[in-house]
């Protein structure tokens, strides 16, 4: 059974960092593209940020772009998003989600597993 499970979520104050991590099990992630997505209260889910399984491109929405990082553990089975000068506005559920089409990103309904989320609330 194939199974993906955030962590690393919390409060933090305006400014600080957070690193989640996105775990698999049943699959190795390196054979997939890993898209973290987010949702804040009342909003539609978003992209965030996604890693490519064939090259390796990264890519970032605009909103977190030179803020955000993510990035694949040594394990092969580990993805992380670094979260750095973290804003209120970056409070939200996040959630990994693992598509084996090369080059979806952002396609939400082209992902073939999802994590539950984790909660991120950014405090002013």
């Known amino acids: 059974q194939v199974q993906l499970v955030e962590s690393g979520g919390g409060l933090v104050q305006a400014g600080g960092s957070l690193r989640l991590s996105c775990a698999a099990s049943?699959?190795?992630?390196?054979?997939?593209?890993i898209t973290w997505f987010r949702q804040a209260a009342g909003k539609e889910r978003e992209g965030v940020s996604c890693?490519?399984?064939?090259?390796?491109?990264?890519y970032y929405a605009d909103s977190v772009k030179g803020r955000f990082s993510i990035s694949r553990g040594k394990d092969k089975n580990t993805v992380y998003l670094q979260m750095n000068s973290l804003k209120p506005e970056d409070t939200a559920v996040y959630y990994c989600a693992a598509g084996i089409s090369p080059r979806l990103c952002w396609a939400q309904g082209g992902m073939d597993y999802w994590g539950r989320g984790t909660q991120i609330t950014v405090t002013s």
């Open positions: 049943g699959i190795s992630l390196d054979d997939y593209t």
């Open positions: 890693i490519y399984s064939d090259n390796g491109d990264t």
